[in-house]
């Protein structure tokens, strides 16, 4: 299950297949638009973000912890590389570049985000909070570390780059 294998599609499939995961990351903005906006409506700005922020916090720590079980029963130890390894998104849908940093060691970006893209088209309150979805989700895989987004989209960076650390 943990092997990802590049197939090779017709064109139009593909774009389909993204299309349709699309689709889905759209509803799912939806949903996170919906929710943010009425928890502010309900109990204002501060208790809404507090409240946010738990929800996402939760949501990301189970999907880490999913990934983790998967490395785990595999066999293999808790690496950035295993985790990697386990499917958690869809393949398609999100887009990838490089990024090369002062250390001259080139790391994977994120140059476009679909849920980036529909907070953005909605103007989602509270959009930024969805992404501690990253760091909870690394946490729950591996509690010894954390991660942090180095650039990000939403903050006005041309991609969101993810970096991995040992939690001091």
Known sequence: MSENKKIELDPAIEAAWTQDVRLAVRRMALLYHSMTTNLIAEFGEEKAEE?????????????????????????????YENFRSVPDLPSKGWEHGSYTDENG??????????????????????????????????EGYDPTHTMRHGKHVMDGDEFCLILVEPKE
């Open 51 to 79: 409240l946010t922020r738990k929800i996402v916090w939760d949501y990301g720590t189970l999907c880490g912890q999913a990934v983790r079980d998967a490395v785990l029963a595999e066999g293999k130890p808790l690496t």
């Open 105 to 138: 060691e080139t790391l994977t970006t994120v140059s476009y985000c679909p849920v980036a893209d529909y907070f953005a088209q909605y103007k989602t309150p509270l959009a930024r909070l969805y992404c501690l979805v990253d760091p909870s989700k690394y």
